[in-house]
């Protein structure tokens, strides 16, 4: 039975594959980076946030449902208990780039968002995601939390984090690009 | 006839493409202007002819501009690290400008390019 004939299970699959990639990337980046963690969650160097750019530019909304899948399970498998802060993070991680991605279709009044993937735009897409994710979740902490100051100190090395994450995750592929092109189609 | 693929591998794989191009081009490091770039073109030039080019015979030429101005274009392509000097063993006296192996890098990616576009008009 060919996948392809089921665009349905193809989506789940790819959100499936999207959880994963990003569960095992949240933990790589912990590993790597721990001594740059601002706090839990919040890290100088978050190099996940830019697994989620680029699984929301190529994968849609099927890589959006597979961030908010892998944050679900990295939070769960730190504190196996659901609660409404781990629920709103993963949708706010996921959706996040997602909403911005059609926000900024919609406003360059765009049909798909290919054109949108240019140098400029693709910079500028990181920028605008890093601060919205940050701008989302410390609204959320604070409308959940009785002590608030200490919530609002996160914002700008989640901000930071994200943004370096995503160009260092860009740039390493640049890096790899450079040196092993993709194959360039024999148009005979 | 003009619709976007249904499949959601096909479409991701063709969004892949896109963002793999865009990432090529994404700037890296300090550019070249033009003049740093004529510079580099004609030490690289003779380079290839293997008659490296000597900083004084790199600040002399004149149709690129003056030699305090050329000495300035050589010093900051050395700090862009897009050429580098060499002196050969027994005369130190003359230093040769030589291509680095981020020009080398460069002048790949160039050719590179140029193949993609006769392919493309093929």
Same mark, same amino acid.
């Given at each position: 039975?060919?996948?392809?004939?089921?665009? +349905?299970?193809?989506?789940?699959?790819?959100?499936?594959?999207?959880?994963?990639? @990003?569960? @095992?990337? @949240?933990?790589? $980046?912990?590993?790597?980076?721990?001594?740059?963690?601002?706090?839990?969650?919040? $890290?100088? &160097? @978050?190099?996940?946030?830019?697994?989620? +750019?680029?699984?929301?530019? +190529?994968?849609?909304?099927?890589?959006?449902?597979?961030?908010? &899948?892998?944050?679900?399970? +990295?939070?769960?498998?730190?504190?196996?208990?659901?609660?409404?802060?781990?629920?709103? $993070?993963?949708?706010?991680?996921?959706?996040?780039?997602?909403?911005?991605?059609?926000?900024?279709?919609?406003?360059?009044?765009?049909?798909?968002?290919?054109?949108?993937?240019?140098?400029?735009?693709?910079?500028?897409?990181?920028?605008?995601?890093?601060?919205? $994710?940050?701008?989302?979740?410390?609204?959320?902490?604070?409308?959940?939390?009785?002590?608030?100051?200490?919530?609002?100190?996160?914002?700008?090395?989640?901000?930071?984090?994200?943004?370096?994450?995503?160009?260092?995750?860009?740039?390493?592929?640049?890096?790899?690009?450079?040196?092993?092109?993709?194959?360039?189609?024999?148009?005979? | 006839?003009?619709?976007?693929?249904?499949?959601?591998?096909?479409?991701?794989?063709?969004?892949?493409? =896109?963002?793999? =191009?865009?990432?090529?081009?994404?700037? %890296?490091?300090?550019?070249? %202007?033009?003049?740093?770039?004529?510079?580099?073109?004609? *030490?690289?030039?003779?380079?290839?002819?293997?008659?490296?080019?000597? *900083?004084?015979?790199?600040?002399?030429?004149?149709?690129?501009?003056?030699?305090?101005?050329?000495?300035?274009? *050589?010093?900051?392509?050395?700090?862009?690290?897009?050429?580098?000097?060499?002196? =050969? %063993?027994? %005369?130190?006296?003359?230093?040769?400008?030589?291509?680095?192996?981020?020009?080398?890098?460069?002048?790949?990616?160039?050719?590179?390019?140029?193949?993609?576009? =006769?392919?493309?008009?093929?």
């Amino acid at each position: 039975m060919p996948l392809r004939r089921f665009p +349905v299970l193809e989506a789940g699959a790819l959100s499936v594959l999207s959880a994963l990639l @990003f569960y @095992f990337f @949240f933990q790589i $980046n912990h590993w790597l980076t721990e001594h740059l963690e601002h706090s839990q969650y919040i $890290n100088w &160097l @978050f190099l996940p946030g830019g697994l989620r +750019v680029l699984l929301v530019l +190529v994968l849609g909304l099927s890589g959006a449902f597979g961030i908010v &899948l892998g944050s679900w399970a +990295v939070s769960f498998s730190e504190d196996p208990v659901w609660s409404w802060l781990m629920l709103g $993070n993963g949708l706010i991680s996921g959706l996040t780039p997602w909403l911005i991605m059609r926000w900024m279709m919609h406003s360059q009044d765009l049909r798909t968002h290919l054109p949108l993937i240019t140098p400029r735009r693709l910079i500028g897409f990181v920028l605008v995601y890093a601060l919205a $994710n940050a701008l989302f979740h410390h609204l959320f902490w604070w409308v959940l939390s009785e002590d608030r100051w200490p919530q609002v100190q996160g914002f700008l090395p989640m901000t930071i984090g994200d943004a370096m994450g995503a160009l260092v995750l860009l740039y390493c592929l640049k890096w790899t690009l450079d040196r092993w092109p993709l194959p360039t189609p024999d148009p005979r | 006839m003009f619709e976007s693929p249904k499949s959601p591998l096909a479409s991701a794989y063709l969004r892949f493409l =896109q963002l793999a =191009q865009s990432i090529q081009a994404l700037p %890296d490091g300090p550019t070249m %202007d033009a003049n740093e770039t004529a510079m580099l073109e004609a *030490v690289v030039l003779r380079w290839h002819e293997g008659q490296p080019m000597t *900083v004084r015979e790199a600040i002399g030429l004149a149709h690129l501009g003056s030699p305090a101005t050329l000495h300035k274009r *050589v010093t900051r392509l050395r700090h862009k690290d897009m050429l580098s000097t060499h002196s =050969q %063993d027994g %005369d130190r006296r003359a230093k040769y400008l030589i291509p680095t192996e981020r020009t080398l890098e460069y002048l790949s990616r160039m050719g590179h390019s140029l193949q993609t576009v =006769q392919l493309d008009k093929a």
